[in-house]
């Protein structure tokens, strides 16, 4: 559907009629006559132009038909496409995942076949990412050191596109919560005070790194930062041993009192996620808990149009600029007698 943006300018429109019919040529008055030996040549020329003056010749026409573009473009036309539907600016949300040497420990199942911590959570986190529309995500990656892989972002794809390029030991083989902590509520204390919330994904217990994780979780509460933590591991795994199989914790070194108490503190909850069934409980929880949207806007796309009359009257402009030039007369050159 085509707008005008400015519809009143369309009032300019008779202005150059009203010049004409109420404004006259000031015609200077002859005082003494002038004789013209030559004055049939020129009224046999004026004769031959009697069409020039017509009212409403070519040339008034075209300069009538600028104006009338200039005027239209001055209006500035638009197309108004559909109405979308489009959701809110919802929450801020730092995803914080370990990725120290624990997290290659094949004790997790995905479709029936055994696969390592790591594979679950980019299953799983990854549909968590996918179903946050209209949220900023961000990514931090941890181990012996915290790396802000993704600021917050709108674009889902590339926060996805990150977490699955991660790797076991790609920020070092131990594990530094509190450094992690503290570099994400660095980047959340960067946006306006609202829904800020962290999710810390963990498997075992923070032993490194310059601060602790209850001091990074009391900034965090005095910004306005809610973490929910997730204790990821199973407590038992079959591994071979010197006399047959044998049955081991794998999240034996899981801190899950330090996980309680971040989350207590920053008034988030904690979640035991001792199978990919947990995990995935645990992330529709935190949905439920954040919810995705606080509803939606319509915006109608735009597209201005002013070019095209603009363009069309700079044509015309160019065609009465040609009719206005000169014609070439010409002389005949009488042909001499040969004696």
Request: charge should be positive; proline fraction near 7%; aromatic fraction near 8%.
């Amino acid at each position: 559907m085509i707008h005008l943006a400015a519809p009143w300018a369309l009032l300019l429109l008779p202005l150059p009629w009203i010049i004409h019919g109420f404004v006259k040529p000031a015609v200077p008055r002859l005082g003494t006559a002038l004789k013209v030996p030559f004055f049939p040549f020129i009224k046999h020329l004026s004769s031959t132009n009697h069409h020039a003056k017509s009212p409403w010749n070519i040339k008034k026409i075209l300069a009538f038909i600028i104006w009338g573009l200039l005027v239209l473009a001055l209006a500035g036309p638009e197309w108004l496409g559909k109405p979308v539907s489009l959701n809110k600016t919802g929450r801020n949300i730092m995803l914080l995942v370990d990725l120290s040497g624990s997290m290659e420990i094949p004790d997790m199942t995905w479709k029936g076949k055994h696969v390592d911590r790591l594979d679950v959570i980019k299953k799983v986190a990854g549909e968590f990412i996918d179903h946050r529309m209209g949220d900023r995500l961000g990514l931090v990656l941890f181990g012996t050191r915290a790396y802000l892989q993704t600021p917050l972002t709108f674009d889902r794809k590339t926060v996805q596109a990150m977490l699955q390029d991660a790797s076991v030991g790609l920020a070092g083989p131990q594990t530094a919560i509190g450094d992690a902590i503290g570099l994400a509520v660095k980047r959340l204390d960067e946006v306006p005070k609202g829904s800020r919330v962290m999710v810390l994904l963990t498997d075992g217990v923070s032993n490194t790194g310059i601060m602790s994780p209850m001091q990074a979780a009391k900034i965090a509460t005095q910004s306005g930062i809610k973490i929910y933590t997730i204790g990821m591991g199973s407590n038992h795994l079959v591994v071979p041993g010197l006399f047959g199989p044998q049955t081991i914790d794998p999240s034996q070194d899981l801190d899950i009192k330090t996980l309680q108490s971040i989350a207590k503190i920053t008034g988030g909850s904690f979640f035991r996620a001792k199978d990919t069934r947990a995990l995935q409980s645990a992330y529709k929880n935190i949905d439920k808990m954040e919810p995705v949207t606080g509803g939606k806007s319509i915006f109608q796309p735009i597209r201005v149009l002013y070019q095209w009359p603009l363009g069309l009257a700079f044509l015309f402009s160019l065609c009465l600029a040609a009719l206005r030039l000169p014609k070439p007369q010409w002389v005949k050159v009488p042909k001499k007698e040969v004696a």
